[in-house]
């Protein structure tokens, strides 16, 4: 299948192309040679292909294809470019992007890329922004086709704006080999020092090869006795006796005296320039080894680790999302106690536009928001026999064959995250392009989703214990005191009633005349999988792809934070072999905590995912000794309200602490006193020295505990021995008794 965002590499020419823009109807898409627009100022109009001539290319056996890796930060958010200090970058996207809003629009990329262009409105534009601006609009032509290019062939999204090429300033900076007319001074001070008070010079390769050696001459073994501990200053300074300054000989009466003479200031390195170049050859693990040795810190200082059908040409061309708040209440699964509810859940549900097969859902807590359909989305992309596996259902490859990335995504507008994040993130990890749910779709569009709520609301739901009828009796019980089935055993439920929907709707009326003339089934699931095969040519099978890139393509950024034993996001620690072998752990433990941006899958707390600025996806798992962690394999919610309770828990252990504490103090109040009374009246010790005759007390007092365990022993020996004596013994009152009654 084509689509946009496919890589196109020839690996005999070398030839780099990626799919800018695909017309399913024209069967054309427009290509961009990404050797020339990767590096090039001025970027030209990608050309257009016919899908014949592509696929031609494609069956070559040299010809290889996939997603084509755009730069990382076109699919971060604003926060976190902020964050990176990208802010300039920003600036730069948004004024670019403010001047060229107008051609943007859809309607205006497809008349410039396949029909016969947009001339007249990049004349009136021109026009418009020289009469408001004359002396800082664009004077040509060529500037606005440029830009409006840059965004074509970078994803069509405002990300594409980005100079992301600015990232390299400064990585290729000329750095002489010794001191000279061409040694420039880096640094807010000026080249040539007119903004610093300090005049030293630039750095070299000479001196920092010296202060390499100077390094290895301290660290040396064979200097331990002078140099004891590592230290930057010290370092520093016997850089500057053997390279900054001249030693001087007098003989004064027979005397010989050495002594140092400092170089002037312009032809030595200032102090902050030695401390900086001297931490770049030793970072802060490397100083910590040599201050305390490999074996102390292995012991003390390493880190420690114990997801409307017109203009729809066929099935996931678009994929359609909407919620609503269930007409049911959700059993607390961690109280057994008592029915305790976890309130409404929020039902959030994907179909295919075409067939109207629901191919995902979610189920949350908050929203309705993008947050949730981005959840949906995501599961809408996932192999649904390994989801309904995590809730105990069963199911086989056909039973709902689900899958697939769509071209198209139509959303409600996100409060939380602006449609310029969303379609930035969609358009250049995976090519789907999202729209905005209310400007595009009409009412009668919205109504495919209205109609599956309402569907399995009145089927289903209204039939579970906790359902809310539609009209509730006066002075009955509350249905959230009737809540029945937990978060998983919904999840369940649902499973089974989505796939009897897919399988058994009549969808007669949406038929085309190949579906017609092959006689399929009237199901969705039907007309879902033969509209797959002819009109979309397979479809794009999700399974295929990254797991990280769905996820990184749909959900919502997040930070997590790196600390030195795991990576924790809302209370939860998570682990990476990737994030080990980075050094993050080790990093976060000598410098501190630090934030990267995650996404997580709300409906499921085992994992969270992150992509690195190299644009590789990471999968992070939650820390389990022994999977005994409470927090394993469950929806986020019933997670969040979990570690409140704890946080009631400690609360309460705090204040029971404090209670024990303050009596156990009073007992122990009463020994001090009691032994305080016994020496009283003894004279106040002035010794200094240890005592003697200290073993030998030890010995008495041994001895004596001795005796009083003896005298003890004894006298219940005694007791016992008197104790039997009188039940044993015949008295003479007995004796006369006996003879009376004989």
């Not at 020339?36 to 069956?59: C, M, R, T």
């Not at 040409?313 to 678009?318: E, H, V």
């Not at 899958?403 to 358009?427: F, R, W």
């Not at 999700?542 to 919502?556: S, T």
Request: charge should be neutral; hydrophobic fraction near 35%; charged fraction near 25%.
């Amino acid at each position: 299948m084509i689509y946009v965002g496919q890589k196109i590499y020839d690996s005999e020419t070398s030839q780099l192309l990626r799919v800018c823009h695909v017309n399913y109807q024209l069967k054309l898409a427009v290509i961009a040679d990404m050797n020339i627009a990767g590096s090039a100022d001025n970027i030209s109009k990608p050309e257009i292909w016919n899908f014949n001539s592509i696929e031609i290319l494609i069956k070559k056996k040299s010809v290889q294809t996939s997603q084509y890796e755009l730069p990382a930060e076109f699919s971060f958010s604003d926060k976190f470019l902020i964050q990176e200090g990208r802010q300039k970058w920003l600036d730069r996207r948004d004024k670019k992007y403010q001047i060229i809003k107008s051609l943007t629009a859809e309607s205006h990329i497809t008349q410039y890329l396949y029909y016969g262009g947009i001339a007249s409105e990049v004349e009136l534009l021109l026009e418009a922004n020289l009469a408001t601006n004359p002396d800082k609009a664009w004077k040509t032509k060529g500037a606005y086709y440029n830009t409006l290019n840059r965004y074509i062939v970078f994803g069509c999204n405002i990300n594409a704006l980005l100079p992301f090429k600015l990232k390299n300033t400064g990585s290729n900076y000329f750095l002489p080999a010794t001191p000279g007319v061409e040694n420039v001074k880096r640094g807010r001070g000026g080249a040539d020092n007119r903004n610093s008070r300090s005049k030293s010079i630039g750095v070299t390769q000479l001196q920092k090869d010296n202060l390499k050696a100077v390094v290895a001459f301290v660290k040396a073994d064979k200097n331990k006795e002078h140099f004891p501990k590592f230290s930057f200053k010290k370092t520093a300074e016997v850089y500057q006796n053997l390279f900054e300054s001249s030693e001087v000989e007098r003989d004064v009466d027979g005397v010989v005296s050495r002594t140092y003479v400092p170089y002037e200031e312009s032809a030595c390195l200032s102090d902050e320039q030695l401390r900086y170049h001297l931490k770049q050859i030793i970072d802060k693990t490397s100083y910590l080894k040599i201050q305390h040795g490999h074996i102390v810190y292995e012991k003390d200082h390493a880190d420690r680790q114990g997801s409307a059908h017109e203009g729809v040409i066929g099935a996931t061309y678009r994929y359609e999302t909407d919620a609503t708040v269930l007409d049911t209440y959700i059993r607390y699964p961690f109280d057994t106690t008592g029915r305790l509810s976890m309130g409404r859940p929020v039902f959030y549900i994907v179909i295919d536009v075409f067939s109207t097969m629901i191919v995902g859902f979610y189920v949350g807590f908050d929203g309705p928001n993008w947050t949730g359909a981005s959840q949906a989305l995501v599961n809408a992309c996932s192999d649904k026999v390994e989801f309904a596996a995590r809730y105990g259902v069963e199911l086989k490859e056909g039973d709902w064959p689900a899958y697939y990335v769509p071209v198209q995504v139509t959303v409600d507008n996100g409060t939380e995250h602006t449609n310029k994040v969303i379609a930035s993130a969609l358009s250049s990890e995976i090519g789907v392009r999202g729209y905005n749910f209310t400007a595009v779709f009409r009412g009668d569009a919205k109504g495919t989703v209205e109609s599956k709520f309402n569907c399995l609301n009145k089927q289903a739901i209204h039939f579970v214990p906790g359902a809310i009828p539609e009209a509730a009796p006066r002075g009955e019980q509350h249905q959230s005191n009737q809540s029945l089935l937990d978060y998983d055993s919904l999840i369940a439920f649902l499973i089974h009633e989505i796939i009897h929907h897919n399988n058994s709707a009549d969808r007669l009326k949406r038929f085309d005349i190949n579906a017609v003339r092959n006689g399929i089934d009237i199901t969705p699931q039907a007309l879902f999988l033969h509209s797959l095969s002819k009109e979309m040519n397979g479809g794009r099978d999700a399974r295929k792809e990254d797991a990280g890139r769905i996820h990184w393509a749909f959900l919502p950024e997040e930070e997590a934070s790196v600390r030195e034993n795991g990576i924790y996001l809302k209370g939860l620690v998570y682990y990476s072999d990737f994030a080990k072998q980075a050094g993050w752990f080790t990093k976060a433990k000598h410098t501190g905590a630090f934030k990267i941006p995650v996404k997580r899958p709300r409906d499921w707390s085992s994992n969270i995912w992150h992509k690195t600025t190299a644009g590789q996806y990471v999968r992070f798992d939650l820390k389990s000794v022994n999977g005994e962690s409470p927090f394993v394999a469950t929806h986020w919610e019933p997670v969040l309200h979990l570690l409140e309770q704890f946080k009631d828990k400690r609360h309460q252990n705090k204040i029971n602490a404090k209670r024990l504490r303050l009596f156990k103090d009073g007992l122990q109040a009463k020994i001090m006193e009691y032994n305080q009374g016994q020496i009283e009246l003894a004279p106040k010790n002035t010794r200094i020295s240890i005592q003697p005759g200290i073993k030998g007390r030890q010995a008495t007092y041994k001895a004596v505990e001795k005796l009083i365990h003896a005298i003890e022993m004894h006298e219940e020996l005694m007791d016992e021995t008197r104790l039997s004596d009188c039940s044993g013994r015949i008295t003479e009152q007995d004796d006369l008794d006996n003879e009376m009654n004989s």
